[in-house]
């Protein structure tokens, strides 16, 4: 397991993206204590006992009865727990039968547009920029046909005109759409009146969200039908909305934070939970394929960015990383207005659950972001997935599908793309038949 990292930032010329990245995170000390299904019952008994015993914890304390505010040690219905072991502990735990796997907990950072941003970095979107363009003049010298070229207008953004929001009757009411990300500014004009459950995972820290990644993704995901000022930029507008803080005011949070995060969405009601968030690590980890298969048991779907690590300009089509890697979580890849695949989108890779699911708008996407700034443009598989959320929510309130059903609705509604489905999955999300 490895840290999840959210590039986030202001305006810019070229596509640059944000939501997974590099791996830059530290470990906590702690560990993750992946629980066998026999110990999870209708009681925490089992499992307490259990993690007491590895742990030598006098009181493990569960979600189930934790205080308001506190961090239990059991996230029970995920079947996590999480805990300090010393070596000797740490080796009693790896060889209990009734674990699955003992993980160690890591910190997640969030990458900022400032001083910590290379200028190699940055050239390297620029000259992304440059490979697609020069592709696309190419299939017309060629004589191949003119790629589809969507782009913002003053009442739509292409992303919602591509996946075919602007035609879609649903408005995902009655739908619950959790994303788990820096926060909210709860203070934006835009979700004025809207119905916002909310909650902090990260200590000393409220729900207001000062780095702009979190508004950004809530805003696509269930942004206003008729926004204060400029274009429509949000897809399921009537939505209930669960905004989770698993990542700080600096960007960093804890895997148990994201682990708490996604049992609260799925204990307040979440039909849909949105992950822009991830790490380039090549092997799935139990602890979040723990966490999938339970919310898909529970009819909550779980959407999570495939990630940021590739360079296709330069050869180089990354791989899918944690936890979107879980064979029970779904991954989301980046296209452009020319439906074209982002040049930092990640590819499929040979894990089980590492493949591509589906695809949504990710570069020069337009949304919310705090105020006094109030609107941006950012790009990355960050902004693909709460396409992706919002769209569910969609289908799910004209279908009633939930969990598994509704990834299948997903991928079946999808647009076949010229693309491999390598790097696309099912094709390009979509809210009416494509």
């Not at 999870?40 to 009181?59: H, I």
């Not at 990260?202 to 206003?224: L, N, S």
């Not at 989301?332 to 499929?348: E, N, T, Y």
Request: with cysteine; hydrophobic share 40%; charged share 20%.
């Amino acid at each position: 397991m490895s840290d999840r990292t959210s590039i986030i930032g202001g305006d810019m010329t070229e596509p640059r993206p944000t939501g997974p990245a590099r791996p830059g995170g530290t470990l906590t000390g702690r560990y993750l204590l992946v629980l066998g299904d026999d110990l999870l019952g209708d009681d925490d008994a089992a499992a307490r006992t259990c993690v007491q015993e590895l742990t030598g914890l006098a009181d493990v304390t569960s979600s189930r009865d934790a205080p308001a505010g506190a961090h239990p040690v059991l996230l029970a219905r995920l079947g996590v727990a999480v805990a300090e072991l010393d070596p000797e502990r740490l080796r009693t735990a790896r060889a209990d039968p009734r674990l699955v796997a003992v993980e160690p907990e890591r910190v997640q950072r969030a990458l900022g547009t400032g001083p910590g941003v290379s200028a190699e970095y940055l050239r390297g979107f620029a000259d992304a920029a440059t490979f697609l363009r020069d592709r696309a003049a190419a299939g017309e010298t060629t004589g191949a046909p003119a790629p589809a070229q969507f782009a913002d207008t003053d009442q739509l953004t292409w992303g919602l005109q591509a996946t075919g929001v602007d035609a879609a009757t649903e408005t995902g009411a009655g739908i619950g759409v959790a994303v788990l990300d820096t926060g909210l500014d709860l203070g934006h004009p835009d979700f004025a009146g809207r119905d916002i459950e909310s909650r902090s995972f990260v200590d000393g820290q409220q729900v207001q969200d000062a780095q702009g990644h979190g508004t950004h993704c809530v805003g696509t995901a269930c942004g206003p039908l008729a926004p204060g000022s400029g274009r429509r930029y949000g897809v399921a507008h009537e939505a209930r909305i669960l905004v989770g803080k698993v990542l700080g005011d600096d960007g960093s949070g804890t895997d148990a934070g994201i682990l708490e995060g996604i049992e609260w969405a799925i204990t307040s009601g979440a039909q849909i939970v949105s992950l822009a968030l991830g790490a380039d690590l090549d092997e799935v980890s139990a602890a979040y394929e723990n966490a999938g298969r339970r919310a898909l048991d529970a009819g909550v779907l779980i959407i999570a960015a495939a990630g940021n690590n590739a360079e296709r300009s330069a050869g180089n089509v990354g791989f899918v990383g944690v936890p979107a890697n879980s064979p029970s979580i779904m991954a989301v890849g980046a296209v452009d207005a020319a439906l074209a695949i982002a040049d930092f989108s990640a590819a499929s890779s040979a894990v089980d659950g590492g493949q591509v699911d589906i695809a949504g708008p990710g570069v020069d996407v337009y949304s919310s972001w705090p105020m006094p700034q109030r609107n941006d443009t950012i790009s990355g598989t960050s902004m693909a997935t709460p396409h992706v959320s919002g769209i569910a929510a969609l289908l799910s309130q004209r279908t009633g599908a939930r969990g598994r059903d509704l990834w299948t609705g997903l991928t079946q509604a999808a647009q076949r793309l010229p693309l491999p489905s390598g790097d696309v999955g099912a094709g390009l999300v979509r809210a009416v038949g494509g």
